[in-house]
Structure formats: C-alpha cells, structure tokens
C-alpha cells in the first residue's frame, strides 16, 4: 500500500486535506474536564516527589533510628521510586486488561491507603511500607494518565493536552513546597505533610466514578455504542465519523490478530521493537540528563552563592519548582506547533548548555563541598541551575510523555506505556543512587560534565530515532513504524514504500 501524500508526517493527515473545522486547545470544556481529572495523577506524581524532601527532615527528629542512619533515611526516600517501578510495570497490563478509568481508580485506592499508613505511622517500618503503597500508586498514575487523555484528545491538539499532565506533576511539586512551609510550625509536621496527599486521591477518585473509560478501549472491548456516545461528547458530527472509522480500522486490524498482547510479544514485532526503543529511550534520557539531581542539588548550589540560610534555600526551592511550573505551560503552548522533535532538540540543546555553566561554576569552588565561594562563581552557578531549568522544563519534561502515550498501536499501547514508564522510573532510581558515589569519584565538576555528555548523546537519540508525531492520528503514527520495520534507515517521512508489519 502506498503512503498518501496526506499521511506523511510532516502533515495532519485527513484533517489537513478536508475543510473540517479544527479544534482548538480551549474548545472543547468536556476534553479539558477529561484531563485535569486524569492530570489528578500527575499532582500526585509530583506532589510525593517533592514533599518527602521536607518531611524527612521532622521525621528524623521523631525517629532516633532514622536520625542515626543515613541507610534507612534513603531506604523512605527511595521506597517510592521502588513502589513506583511495580505500579508502572504492572500498570501497563491493568490498563489493557481492566481500562484505564479502573486503573485510576485503582491508584487512588492505593494512594489514600499509603498516605493514611504514613500519616499514623508508628515507626519507620511501617512509614516506609507506607511509602511503598503509594508509589504503586504513583507508577500506575504515571502510565494511565497520558494514555487515558491521549486516547480522549483530537490529534491536534493532543500533544498540549498531555503536556498537561506534567503540569501537574510540576504544579505538585510547587504544591509540596507549599505544604512543607505551610506545616513546619505544625505539631506533627511531617504527618501532616504526607497525609494531606490522600485528598486529591479522594477527589479525583469521585470525579472519575463520573468520567466516562478511554473511548478507544470501549471499542477495542467491542462496547462500540459505549465509545460512540463518548466520542459524540468530543467532535462535531462531520469529524465523528471519521473517527469512528478510524476505531473500526484499528479494532479490526486486532481482531484478526486474535491474541491477548504479552510483555513478550512486544520483543517480536520489529516494528513495536523499534517504538518500544524510541519510547524507553526517551524516558531514559530524561533521568539521565539529570534533572532530579539538579533539583536535590539546589540547597548547595544556594551555599555556593553565599547564602546559608534555611528559609532563603526553601525559598529558593520554591522559585525554581515554580520556574518548572512556567516551562512546562510554555512547553503546552509549543508541542503541537514546534513539534516534539524540535522542541526535544532545542530542550537538549540549552541543558548541555547550562551542564557545562554548572561544570565551570563547581569547578572554582573550594575543596570543602559546600564552602561558600566568591560571588561572582557562586551567582554563575545559580545562573546555569536557572537556566537548566528554563530549558528543560518545556522540552524534556513533557515531550518524552507525550511521545509515549502516541507512538504505540492500540492493542500495544497499555503494555507499551507501563514498560516505558518503568525504564523512567528505573533510570530514575539509578541517577538518585548513585549520584553521591559519582561525586565522590570524580568530582561535582566531573559529575555534570557527564550529565552533559548524556545530553548530547540523547540530542542524536532525538535526531536519529524519534519522529514526528504532531498533528497525526494513532493510525498515521503506527504507519511509520511499519515504513521503518519494512525498509531500515528510512526517514518517517519518506513515501512511496510498502507498508509491512514485519516479524523479526
């Protein structure tokens, strides 16, 4: 079959070549309400990894043991990300198996036990099993919330609307700094801290009894009227069916392949093999460009500058997660009219940047980390953590998200997106173990010039492998893979190729 000229990549397919009206990112009340109750997620998401840097600080003056042993204060930082790799990696099979309304809602059941254990809890064994339970949470979050508002959003505009998601991841974290500086006068402050996050759990938990499951699931689940009725809630009556056809291609092409799709299954397939790879690589470059260690590096970068205050370094703390708040609303604004690719390649292309000033800046510190330098090297370091920040956050923050929750067929897209969010969650864990081990190896200077090398392999990452999906239908994007599995080193916007689903 040939590719029409109105299929490539670089268009909008069918949308661009009829007269149909577009939809715009604030038309449509019903898909935006679809997406701040799903984005109830990402808050969660961003709200447990940014408040527990705080409540570590009460909790060991609660807990002698903890107090006395940096092993177990790392173990309640870390039992999250653990819990989060489960979640993420049993999430993907919930979603395809049960829908992703019930995989939410599971999450919030999850996350409201996890908060209410940590907020009783009478010792750190049982906090740090708390701490496991909501990190199921948070992994099965991670992977539901972009599919679900993915396969609710029209292709245009779908990009912007799970971008959205890491907003509130971003707006989580600003949310936690809130918390933390609200309670710190609070008798039982860490309590307090971590048990408030069971009511945005409550709250999304009540909003999606209400919320219709993901349309595309529906239909795949042969429950077409179901789907239907909620795709009449989405387009005007010449786009819905479009889109109906568009759900009856893709629930044939899965009824002819007559299997329940496996973990493995993704391994045999070439052309889910090279989606898979785009999509975990991604979500690896994320981590390991650093931005969790830039973010736990803040409280030093401030002594650097001469400022030894706790408040001004909570403060700080404060400016900078709002700066991600910023980036990540510029990064709504531009992914679906940049693109992903140039917006990943611009992202990649300022964090090497602002890397190397961090480098420089550590390099003229004194040999007593955290010894306060002249200001004019402690000022530059704050100037490439600013910018680091700046650049990340529209960028790689939300386009490695957005290109996972779109590059997968359907009957791949669960299993896919869990397997992905748990290669992040995975990187994620490795930065933050051995970030400590790598300074002490080679230096803070050293460390972030590694960060930099990273960015510039994952520049070539994005160049070389990852294409672009804006503006394209599910149907449109599976189309590349399949060009790509057929004929190796095509670019996703050749044509005049058949198109075949190779098996490896």
């Known amino acids: 079959m040939t590719i029409d000229k109105s299929m490539m990549p670089g268009s909008s397919g069918p949308l661009e070549a009829s007269s149909k009206k577009e939809i715009s990112f604030w038309s449509n009340k019903y898909v935006l309400g679809l997406t701040t109750t799903a984005g109830i997620g990402g808050l969660l998401f961003g709200y447990d990894t940014g408040v527990i840097s705080g409540a570590l600080l009460y909790i060991r ?69 708390g701490r496991l339970f909501v990190g199921v949470g948070v992994g099965i979050a991670s992977v539901t919330a972009p ?20 907003l509130m991841i971003t707006g989580g974290q600003f949310l936690s700094y809130l918390v933390n500086l609200s309670f710190t006068e609070v008798p039982g402050t860490w309590r307090w801290m971590l048990g408030v996050a069971a009511i945005p759990a409550v709250v999304q938990f009540i909003l999606m009894i209400f919320l219709p499951e993901s349309p595309r699931w529906l239909y795949r689940k042969d429950k077409k009227s179901k789907a ?11 786009r819905l069916q479009e889109e109906i056809d568009q759900l009856a291609d893709a629930s044939n092409k899965d009824s002819q392949s007559g299997k329940t799709v496996s973990y493995f299954d993704v391994l045999k397939s070439k052309e889910i093999r090279l989606a898979f790879f785009t999509g975990a690589g991604l979500q690896a470059f994320q981590q390991f460009t650093g931005i969790n260690t830039v973010m736990y590096y803040c409280p030093t970068i401030v002594q650097m500058a001469g400022f030894s205050s706790k408040q001004l370094a909570l403060l700080l703390s404060l400016i900078v997660a709002a700066m991600n708040v910023v980036g990540t609303i510029i990064g709504i604004l531009l992914i679906d009219k940049c693109g992903r690719r140039l917006l990943a390649l611009a992202s990649l292309s300022g964090v090497f940047a602002s890397l190397l000033i961090l480098s420089y800046a550590f390099s003229l510190q004194p040999k007593t980390l955290g010894a306060t330098l002249g200001s004019g090297a402690g000022w530059l370091a704050i100037v490439g953590l600013v910018l680091y920040i700046a650049f990340f956050s529209p960028g790689m923050g939300p386009v490695p998200w957005a290109v996972n929750s779109e590059i997968y067929p359907e009957a791949y897209r669960g299993v896919c997106g869990g397997m992905s969010a748990t290669v992040n969650w995975i990187s994620n864990f490795i930065v933050a173990q051995t970030f400590l081990s790598v300074v002490g190896l080679v230096g803070t200077r050293g460390t972030f010039l590694i960060f930099a090398g990273v960015s510039v392999l994952a520049f070539l990452f994005v160049l070389l492998f990852v294409p672009e999906t804006k503006g394209l239908t599910f149907e449109q994007v599976e189309r590349i893979w399949k060009e790509r599995a057929g004929v190796l080193g095509m670019s996703a916007g050749s044509g005049g190729q058949h198109l075949q689903g190779n098996e490896a």
Not at 73 to 101: C, F, H, L, P
Not at 155 to 161: K, N, T
Not at 228 to 238: F, G, K, P, Q, T
Request: overall charge negative.
């Open 228 to 238: 239907i009725a909620v795709l009449e809630n989405i387009y005007d009556s010449d």
């Open 61 to 129: 003056d609660d807990f002698k043991a903890v107090n006395d042993n940096s092993v177990l204060q790392e173990t309640i930082v870390s039992m999250a990300v653990v819990g989060a790799m489960i979640g993420a990696a049993a999430g993907g099979w919930v979603n395809d198996a049960y829908g992703r309304k019930k995989a939410t809602l599971l999450a919030d059941v999850l996350f409201i036990i996890g908060s209410f254990v940590m907020c009783i809890a009478p010792d750190h064994n049982i906090l740090i099993l």
């Open 147 to 166: 599919v679900y508002i993915a396969e609710a959003a029209p292709s245009e505009i779908r990009g912007g609307l799970v971008a959205t998601n890491v």
